[in-house]
């Protein structure tokens, strides 16, 4: 199992509508969550953590389900420019003690049409 | 969040040599990465860059093919050692503080090995 699934898409998805993407994750120690928006030929950029409660950022939100190990992101009013690739991504405990790096997902990508 | 600078950009270099990328944070942080993105890929962690001694390495990646140096704590070095066309990729450097996990990227350096 891969640690961190995510479904590839594409979603194409009308302006103003809403749009939700799922992730699951295999290691059950993690403890910090997060989505990353990458644009094309571009780093990827922090878009929001994600809380055992669920947040909310304007039209972004979040949510963890620790049990089922499942994270998901909702964009409300979707926007030309949220067209972008959703990394879905997890912190990775070192065996060797090491400092935690990030395990990220493939990637979600998203096409929003005028 | 810091802000993360990588030298070279970009650079296209023969099989058999060896590249050194830089990467400068404007702040000083605890904790610094390499990743790699391959074409179509998602990131993969190389290593953490542990400032004055050696960098702790993944599963998959030596330190002979990838030395990593950290003199202090805003600056950091990635050489791809003996390069082969398989090592064409993005190599990114990120970091973060102590009390988060979240990471920021730098925007990455893009090689080709011909």
């Known amino acids: 199992r891969k640690e961190v699934e995510q479904d590839p898409g594409p979603f194409n998805v009308p302006e103003g509508a809403t749009v939700a993407f799922n992730c699951t994750y295999s290691n059950s120690a993690s403890q910090s969550f997060f989505w990353y928006r990458q644009d094309c030929r571009k780093e990827p950029k922090l878009l929001m953590s994600v809380y055992s409660s669920g947040n909310e950022d304007g039209r972004f939100t979040a949510q963890l389900n620790r049990a089922s190990q499942y994270i998901s992101l909702l964009i409300r009013d979707s926007k030309l420019s949220d067209s972008a690739t959703y990394l879905c991504v997890v912190n990775r405990r070192h065996s060797g003690g090491g400092a935690d790096g990030l395990t990220f997902g493939k990637g979600t990508h998203l096409i929003i049409q005028p | 969040s810091a802000v993360i600078s990588q030298k070279p950009s970009r650079d296209i270099c023969q099989r058999g040599t060896s590249l050194t990328i830089q990467c400068q944070v404007d702040?000083?942080?605890?904790?610094m990465f390499w990743y790699r993105q391959q074409p179509g890929q998602s990131l993969t962690l190389i290593a953490t860059a542990n400032q004055g001694s050696e960098a702790t390495y993944e599963s998959g990646f030596v330190i002979d093919k990838f030395p990593i140096s950290r003199p202090n704590l805003t600056f950091s070095t990635l050489t791809v050692s003996n390069m082969s066309p398989e090592d064409s990729s993005i190599y990114l450097c990120s970091s973060r503080d102590v009390n988060s996990y979240e990471q920021y990227f730098g925007p990455g350096t893009r090689l080709t090995v011909t």
């Open positions: 702040s000083q942080v605890t904790m």
